[in-house]
Each structure stands twice: as structure tokens, then as C-alpha cells.
């Protein structure tokens, strides 16, 4: 077989885009976030309004993917969407 | 067809290595090591240009005709220029200054300008910037295979006169910084020698009794202006230390090259002007020159016996007309023939103008040029940006899963090479 002529694509140099930010979040009895931490920075961003959840499960033939999607308003007005990943618990910013 | 903006820097080191031609000459013939010779001039091969050790010694100088130069030293070498050997290797030297800065301004053959502005994270201080040339010169230089890189001479100062002037005072492997403050005390005790201006200039300056800058900078600029006309003007700025001459980056030409292998050598000068204006009028043809005009020839020639001759010429006007090219060739053959026959010959379009508008209509691949001219920019700007923090910082988005319901998955950043 004769070996493809082009150069070999360095799969090592490349770097994911886009990736989750772990996030510390606060949720009320109804387990909706109410405030988070971002990041390093400790201080605690409180949540206005809710405006869109959903769930996402993919790859339950090899390693389970399962999160819960919710687009939050921050107090200041920014949009952000955070994500609780179902099997361990822990949540994320990341931008859908 | 080439990028117009150039970087410049005002801080500089000067790389001189005095005597390149001769110095290529002892590279290629290590026999000629400890023994005395002397290059002749390219333009005039009836005149010394180059001398070497030990040939001074035995009292040859530059400018003496060569009948005087064997009378003196009769077990002279006189061995003939080749100027393309020397302009390639000196190209090797600048691409290997190009490593270490991409701001790069050369002068003459065996001395070059580093701007070094805005480094000093990089290299550190003055002595870290000579460290990291005096470094970049032996392990890229094209005399890395010997111990010549040595014998570059290094200096540092503010501007390109205040840098020459250290390299002028520096030894070969102990470069001499100029620091701002020293500088006007430094500038004032040279000898006028120093500065870059016609002979005849000196000559008068030190009938007039004037041996240093000092001296020079203590008489009004009207006088040396109505003495001299602008080069007058030019020495007093100088050597009052109120001109700082910046390093300009060179514009690198993408030039447009065309051989000629001549069947048989050819040193009639009819046959030569002949075929010099076949391969203008074919290298006019060349698809990436419509709609533009030449501004600079480079010309070639490859002699029997290893030999070679080469001319540079600068058009007054940017033209397209091959006429307008072959008669400053013909006065140059004229001025200066080839020491030789000729077995090959190149022409070399290095720099270009824009064409007049119904010129620009019809190039088909101005777009290209403009395209390519832009990819160079590009390169140059990474190159830099890799120089400057050692790694590249640059990254473009390939698409990776773009159908990938997670976001993570869809898209990459990977290096960005152009």
C-alpha cells in the first residue's frame, strides 16, 4: 500500500476550542442555580432569571456523556449557560 | 508586487566583517592560508581592491595597480573577483541575522545593521543582544564550519552611525557598546574618518585642520552647508550627535530570475549585449511582471574559470521598455567588462513600481501578486511574532466534529504556519 503523500497532521498540536470552564454553583432546593463563582475569582455571582434548560446525552456506547443545559441572566445582564455534568455532579460554563 | 512597509528600529548593532570578499576567497581555497593575496577590483582589474595579512606586510596596499603590488611581493596571489560568490554568501550571513531579528539592514557586502528595539526581554540587555547575534552568526553564519565567524566585529549604539562606529573600535569576538550616555563623548574624540562622506570631503575637512568629530560639531552648520552643499549638512548633524539614523528593515523583492546557458563562452560584447536582451524581453514576459514596471536589475554573469561578474542598476524611471534596460546594461559592460568569457547569464527583476492604470487593467494576476504579497506580510509577521516570545502564539480554527452535539468536539486551534 503505497503511504499517503502529504504531511502527517500533528494531532498533538491541537488544542480544543471552546472547552467547559469548571464553575462553583449554588443551587436552590429545586436544584436551580441561584449564584455562582467563576473561574478563580471567589466572588459569588448571583442568578436573575433562568431563560432556557435542557439535557443532552450522547456516546452511551463508549464513555456516557449526560448534561443538564441551562441558559442563565446574570444581576449585571450578561448571558451565560452553564452546565451540570449528571454523572459527577460538577458544572461548567461553556458557550452551546 | 513587494510589501512598502518595512520595520525599523532605532537602537542597532553593526556586524562588520571587514575584508568579506577575501575572507570568502580563503574559505573556498584554504590553500591560500598564511600566504599573501590580494583580490582586484571588480570594476577596475588593473587596481588592488582587497589585501590580505600578509600581503600588507610586505607593503601592498588598496588602490595600488597590480604590476606595483607584485614588484613588491613577488610571491603574490592575484586572484580575480567573483561577486556572486560573494553576494551569495553574504545573503547566507544575513539570513542568519534574520534569525535572531527580522529587522535587517545591510549596507555593503561584509556590513550589516540589526535593529534590536524592544528585545530586551528577549535577549536582555546590550551585551545579552551582542551575545545572542555573536550566537546566531555561528551557528546559522556561512562561515559556521570555520572559526571565522570570529572575525565579525560587533558594536552597539543608538543609531546606525553611533553602531558602526563601535563595531570600527570593536575587536573580532569583543563587541563595544555605546551607551546613550557615553555617546557624545565617545562620538566626539573619533577621527573624522569616520564619517560617511566623499573622499574629497575628508581630504578637505582635514586641510582645514579639523581631525575629529568634535571639531567638526564646534563650527556652525551654515558654514559646513555652504562649504559641502547637504553632505556638509549631513557630517555636522552627525557629528553633533543630532541625527540618528534608524536600521530599516529590508523590503524582500520577490524577483523575478532568468538564466541563460550560453552554448559556447562568449566575451564578445555585441554577442553578450545580444543575449542579455533576449532574457530582458523574455523575463518582461513573465506573467507576474504585467502590469508592473521595473525599478531593479540585477544582472549575472557566470565567467570560465569560476569566475563571475555582476551589476547592479537602479532605474531612474520604473520602466517596462526592455530598450530602457539594456542601455544602462551596455554602459555598465562598457564600464566594467566581464574579466572573461561568459557560459551563463541571469537576469534578475528585483524591484518593482505599479504600472499606469491601463497597465493595472490588464494584469491578469495583479490580484495574485497583491494575494502573495499579503502571504509574505503574514509570514513575516509570525516569524517575528515566534522571534520575539519564542513561541508561536499564533493559531487558526480547523473544523475537528463540527457536527458533534458536544461544543468541545467541533472545533481546534492549531499553529498557524502560513
Known sequence: ?96 | MQDERVLTSDRAICVWLASFPLRCEHVRRPELRGGAAVLVSPTDTRRVWQVGAAARRAGVSVGMTVSQAIGLCPSLTVLEPDPVYYDEQFTHVLEALERVRPVIEPTSIGCAYVGVDGVERLYGDADGQLRAVADGLARHGPLASTAWHAAARLGWGRGKFTAWVAAARARPGTPVTIADRDRDRMLARQPIAVLPIDVAIHRRLRRLGLTTLADVARLPESALVAQFGAAGGTAWRIAAGKQHDPVTGRVRPEPIVLTLRLPVPVADRTMLLHAWRMLVDRALGHPRRRGWRIRAVRARAHLEHGASWLTDLTLKDPTAAADHIVAPLAARLDQSPPTGAAVELVIEFTAFAPGTEELQLFAANAASAARAGRQRALRAAAQEIRTRFRRPLLHHVVEVQPWSRLPERRYALIDYEP
Do not use: S
Open chain 1, 1 to 96: 500500500m503505497v503511504p499517503p503523500a502529504r504531511a502527517p497532521i500533528r494531532t498533538d498540536r491541537l488544542r480544543a476550542l471552546n472547552e467547559p470552564v469548571r464553575a462553583a454553583v449554588e443551587c436552590d432546593d429545586r436544584g436551580r442555580p441561584v449564584q455562582l463563582c467563576l473561574g478563580d475569582d471567589p466572588t459569588p455571582r448571583a442568578i436573575a432569571t433562568l431563560v432556557e434548560e435542557w439535557r443532552l446525552d450522547d456516546e452511551w456506547w463508549r464513555d456516557p456523556v449526560a448534561r443538564r443545559y441551562v441558559e442563565v441572566v446574570l444581576c449585571n445582564g450578561k448571558h451565560l449557560v452553564l452546565f451540570e455534568d449528571l454523572l459527577d455532579g460538577a458544572w461548567y460554563v461553556q458557550t452551546p
